[in-house]
Protein backbone atom coordinates (compact mmCIF):
# COMPACT_ATOMS: atom_id res chain seq x y z
CA UNK A 1 0.00 0.00 0.00
CA UNK A 2 1.08 3.21 -0.75
CA UNK A 3 0.29 7.04 0.26
CA UNK A 4 1.03 10.28 -1.24
CA UNK A 5 0.86 13.59 0.93
CA UNK A 6 -0.45 17.07 -0.39
CA UNK A 7 1.03 19.77 1.90
CA UNK A 8 -1.27 23.20 1.19
CA UNK A 9 0.25 26.55 2.64
CA UNK A 10 -1.92 29.39 2.85
CA UNK A 11 -0.97 32.54 2.41
CA UNK A 12 -2.03 35.78 3.63
CA UNK A 13 -0.23 38.94 1.97
CA UNK A 14 -3.05 41.30 1.37
CA UNK A 15 -3.04 44.33 4.27
CA UNK A 16 -6.10 45.11 6.01
CA UNK A 17 -8.70 47.65 4.82
CA UNK A 18 -9.43 50.98 7.01
CA UNK A 19 -12.66 52.60 7.09
CA UNK A 20 -13.39 56.27 8.55
CA UNK A 21 -15.77 59.35 7.86
CA UNK A 22 -12.28 61.16 8.26
CA UNK A 23 -12.04 63.34 5.81
CA UNK A 24 -8.72 66.07 5.57
CA UNK A 25 -9.91 69.53 6.90
CA UNK A 26 -8.50 73.04 6.51
CA UNK A 27 -9.51 75.17 9.37
CA UNK A 28 -8.51 78.66 11.10
CA UNK A 29 -5.68 78.92 13.06
CA UNK A 30 -8.26 79.89 15.93
CA UNK A 31 -10.26 76.84 15.54
CA UNK A 32 -10.53 73.91 17.87
CA UNK A 33 -8.83 70.61 16.89
CA UNK A 34 -11.53 68.30 15.90
CA UNK A 35 -11.92 65.00 17.80
CA UNK A 36 -10.53 61.56 16.84
CA UNK A 37 -12.60 59.91 14.57
CA UNK A 38 -13.75 56.37 14.52
CA UNK A 39 -11.71 54.04 12.32
CA UNK A 40 -12.43 50.41 11.87
CA UNK A 41 -10.21 47.43 9.13
CA UNK A 42 -11.51 44.96 7.60
CA UNK A 43 -9.29 41.87 6.66
CA UNK A 44 -9.86 38.79 3.96
CA UNK A 45 -8.13 36.34 6.49
CA UNK A 46 -7.70 37.51 9.82
CA UNK A 47 -10.67 38.32 12.52
CA UNK A 48 -7.98 40.25 14.84
CA UNK A 49 -6.79 43.13 13.07
CA UNK A 50 -4.85 45.53 15.63
CA UNK A 51 -5.09 49.36 15.09
CA UNK A 52 -2.76 52.16 16.61
CA UNK A 53 -3.14 55.96 16.15
CA UNK A 54 -0.58 58.41 15.54
CA UNK A 55 -0.52 62.13 15.45
CA UNK A 56 2.06 64.80 14.28
CA UNK A 57 1.95 68.04 14.20
CA UNK A 58 3.98 69.50 11.19
CA UNK A 59 4.88 73.83 11.81
CA UNK A 60 4.11 75.69 8.53
CA UNK A 61 5.68 78.72 6.64
CA UNK A 62 4.68 81.03 9.86
CA UNK A 63 3.05 80.67 13.18
CA UNK A 64 -0.57 80.88 12.23
CA UNK A 65 -0.12 77.72 9.61
CA UNK A 66 0.51 74.40 10.81
CA UNK A 67 -0.47 71.18 10.25
CA UNK A 68 -1.95 68.23 11.97
CA UNK A 69 -1.74 64.19 10.95
CA UNK A 70 -3.46 61.90 12.00
CA UNK A 71 -2.10 58.07 11.19
CA UNK A 72 -3.91 54.97 11.32
CA UNK A 73 -2.19 51.81 11.27
CA UNK A 74 -3.97 48.29 10.90
CA UNK A 75 -1.85 45.16 11.52
CA UNK A 76 -3.43 41.76 11.07
CA UNK A 77 -2.30 38.82 12.19
CA UNK A 78 0.32 37.72 9.53
CA UNK A 79 1.95 41.21 9.79
CA UNK A 80 0.42 42.78 6.40
CA UNK A 81 -0.42 46.82 7.60
CA UNK A 82 -2.69 49.10 5.94
CA UNK A 83 -2.51 52.95 6.56
CA UNK A 84 -5.15 55.79 6.90
CA UNK A 85 -4.60 59.10 6.79
CA UNK A 86 -6.15 62.47 7.47
CA UNK A 87 -4.95 66.09 7.47
CA UNK A 88 -6.11 68.79 9.45
CA UNK A 89 -4.60 72.23 7.90
CA UNK A 90 -4.57 75.46 10.00
CA UNK A 91 -3.92 78.48 8.34
CA UNK A 92 -4.00 82.40 9.21
CA UNK A 93 -5.59 84.15 6.56
CA UNK A 94 -6.89 86.85 8.47
CA UNK A 95 -5.29 90.59 9.27
CA UNK A 96 -3.78 91.67 11.74
CA UNK A 97 -6.86 94.29 13.56
CA UNK A 98 -5.73 97.84 14.70
CA UNK A 99 -6.11 98.40 18.33
CA UNK A 100 -6.97 102.33 18.08
CA UNK A 101 -6.79 104.40 14.76
CA UNK A 102 -6.87 108.35 15.18
CA UNK A 103 -9.61 109.87 14.01
CA UNK A 104 -9.99 112.25 10.60
CA UNK A 105 -9.59 115.58 11.76
CA UNK A 106 -8.91 119.55 10.87
CA UNK A 107 -5.71 121.59 12.30
CA UNK A 108 -4.19 124.76 11.77
CA UNK A 109 -1.37 125.19 10.05
CA UNK A 110 2.02 124.74 11.95
CA UNK A 111 0.06 122.50 14.56
CA UNK A 112 -0.11 119.04 13.25
CA UNK A 113 -0.02 116.69 15.99
CA UNK A 114 2.64 114.43 15.99
CA UNK A 115 1.70 110.67 14.41
CA UNK A 116 -0.35 108.53 17.10
CA UNK A 117 1.31 105.45 18.12
CA UNK A 118 -0.46 102.68 16.22
CA UNK A 119 -0.59 99.18 17.36
CA UNK A 120 -2.28 96.53 15.88
CA UNK A 121 -2.62 92.20 17.32
CA UNK A 122 -3.01 89.28 15.25
CA UNK A 123 -5.53 86.74 16.52
CA UNK A 124 -2.98 83.54 15.30
CA UNK A 125 -0.49 85.28 17.62
CA UNK A 126 3.44 86.51 16.17
CA UNK A 127 4.53 89.37 15.70
CA UNK A 128 2.69 92.18 13.93
CA UNK A 129 4.98 94.73 11.82
CA UNK A 130 3.63 98.47 11.62
CA UNK A 131 5.44 100.72 8.51
CA UNK A 132 4.13 104.50 8.87
CA UNK A 133 3.75 106.97 5.98
CA UNK A 134 2.84 110.10 5.60
CA UNK A 135 2.13 112.11 2.23
CA UNK A 136 0.58 115.63 1.43
CA UNK A 137 -1.58 116.51 -1.43
CA UNK A 138 0.23 118.71 -4.39
CA UNK A 139 -1.78 121.63 -5.27
CA UNK A 140 -4.35 123.41 -3.21
CA UNK A 141 -4.98 123.59 0.26
CA UNK A 142 -2.98 121.33 2.30
CA UNK A 143 -4.48 117.60 3.06
CA UNK A 144 -2.44 115.38 4.99
CA UNK A 145 -2.91 111.79 5.08
CA UNK A 146 -1.19 109.28 7.46
CA UNK A 147 -1.47 105.63 6.58
CA UNK A 148 -0.31 102.21 8.80
CA UNK A 149 0.34 99.13 7.20
CA UNK A 150 0.00 96.36 9.85
CA UNK A 151 1.66 92.96 8.59
CA UNK A 152 1.39 89.64 10.57
CA UNK A 153 3.62 86.77 10.26
CA UNK A 154 1.54 84.81 7.46
CA UNK A 155 1.91 88.31 5.43
CA UNK A 156 -1.89 88.99 5.70
CA UNK A 157 -1.95 93.32 5.88
CA UNK A 158 -4.35 95.66 7.38
CA UNK A 159 -4.68 99.86 6.69
CA UNK A 160 -5.50 102.08 8.77
CA UNK A 161 -5.94 105.64 7.10
CA UNK A 162 -6.33 109.21 9.24
CA UNK A 163 -7.37 112.13 7.24
CA UNK A 164 -5.82 115.86 8.34
CA UNK A 165 -7.50 118.78 6.68
CA UNK A 166 -5.16 121.77 7.04
CA UNK A 167 -7.10 125.10 7.88
CA UNK A 168 -4.92 127.99 6.52
CA UNK A 169 -6.46 131.76 7.44
CA UNK A 170 -3.11 133.44 7.14
CA UNK A 171 -2.45 135.55 3.63
CA UNK A 172 1.30 135.55 2.52
CA UNK A 173 3.80 138.32 3.59
CA UNK A 174 5.36 140.79 1.07
CA UNK A 175 8.39 142.03 2.57
CA UNK A 176 10.80 145.13 0.67
CA UNK A 177 7.95 146.64 -1.40
CA UNK A 178 9.38 150.65 -1.65
CA UNK A 179 7.66 153.28 -0.63
CA UNK A 180 5.83 155.76 -3.14
CA UNK A 181 8.59 158.21 -5.04
CA UNK A 182 8.76 161.34 -7.64
CA UNK A 183 11.92 160.75 -9.77
CA UNK A 184 12.98 162.25 -12.71
CA UNK A 185 11.91 160.79 -16.24
CA UNK A 186 15.82 159.66 -16.33
CA UNK A 187 15.79 157.78 -13.20
CA UNK A 188 12.97 155.39 -13.02
CA UNK A 189 14.36 152.73 -10.82
CA UNK A 190 14.59 148.85 -12.04
CA UNK A 191 11.66 146.14 -10.64
CA UNK A 192 12.50 145.20 -7.43
CA UNK A 193 12.02 141.78 -6.40
CA UNK A 194 10.03 141.21 -3.10
CA UNK A 195 10.43 138.62 -0.26
CA UNK A 196 7.25 136.36 -0.23
CA UNK A 197 6.86 134.03 2.62
CA UNK A 198 4.06 132.20 3.79
CA UNK A 199 3.18 130.09 7.44
CA UNK A 200 2.10 127.26 4.93
CA UNK A 201 2.57 127.53 1.68
CA UNK A 202 6.50 127.05 0.50
CA UNK A 203 6.32 127.64 -3.44
CA UNK A 204 3.32 131.03 -3.23
CA UNK A 205 2.38 132.43 -6.35
CA UNK A 206 3.14 135.90 -6.91
CA UNK A 207 2.17 138.04 -10.22
CA UNK A 208 3.24 141.15 -10.62
CA UNK A 209 1.31 144.26 -12.97
CA UNK A 210 2.69 147.45 -13.88
CA UNK A 211 0.43 150.27 -15.06
CA UNK A 212 1.09 153.80 -16.17
CA UNK A 213 -1.78 156.57 -15.80
CA UNK A 214 -0.68 160.39 -16.96
CA UNK A 215 0.74 161.01 -20.16
CA UNK A 216 3.80 163.43 -21.66
CA UNK A 217 6.96 164.05 -19.47
CA UNK A 218 4.75 163.57 -16.24
CA UNK A 219 2.97 160.63 -15.00
CA UNK A 220 2.72 157.63 -12.21
CA UNK A 221 3.73 154.22 -12.51
CA UNK A 222 2.18 151.80 -10.43
CA UNK A 223 3.37 148.43 -9.29
CA UNK A 224 1.45 146.11 -7.75
CA UNK A 225 2.52 142.51 -6.06
CA UNK A 226 -0.33 139.96 -5.68
CA UNK A 227 0.64 137.26 -3.35
CA UNK A 228 -1.24 133.56 -3.29
CA UNK A 229 -0.94 130.50 -1.13
CA UNK A 230 -2.11 126.99 -1.87
CA UNK A 231 -5.51 128.26 0.51
CA UNK A 232 -6.46 130.98 -1.70
CA UNK A 233 -5.41 133.75 1.20
CA UNK A 234 -3.62 136.83 -1.15
CA UNK A 235 -1.88 139.68 -0.34
CA UNK A 236 -1.70 142.79 -2.60
CA UNK A 237 1.03 145.50 -2.26
CA UNK A 238 1.91 148.26 -4.62
CA UNK A 239 3.77 151.41 -4.81
CA UNK A 240 3.53 154.57 -7.05
CA UNK A 241 6.65 156.04 -9.01
CA UNK A 242 5.54 159.62 -9.38
CA UNK A 243 7.84 160.53 -13.10
CA UNK A 244 8.43 164.28 -13.45
CA UNK A 245 10.47 165.88 -15.83
CA UNK A 246 12.85 168.08 -13.94
CA UNK A 247 15.05 169.20 -16.79
Excluded: H, K
Excluded at 83 to 89: A, Y
Amino acid sequence: QSSINQSITFMDDEAPELFSAATNLTLDCNDAVPPVPNVFAQDNCSDQIDITMAEEQLPGECLGNWSLVRTWTATDDCGNTGTLLQVINFVDDEPPVFDLVPEDITANCGDLPVPADVSATDACGGEVTILFEQTTNAGGCPIVTRTWTATDDCGNTAVAIQIITVIDNEAPLLLGVPDDITVDCTSIPEMPEPEVSDNCDDNVSVTVNESISGAGCDYIIIRTWIASDDCGNSTIESYSITVQDES
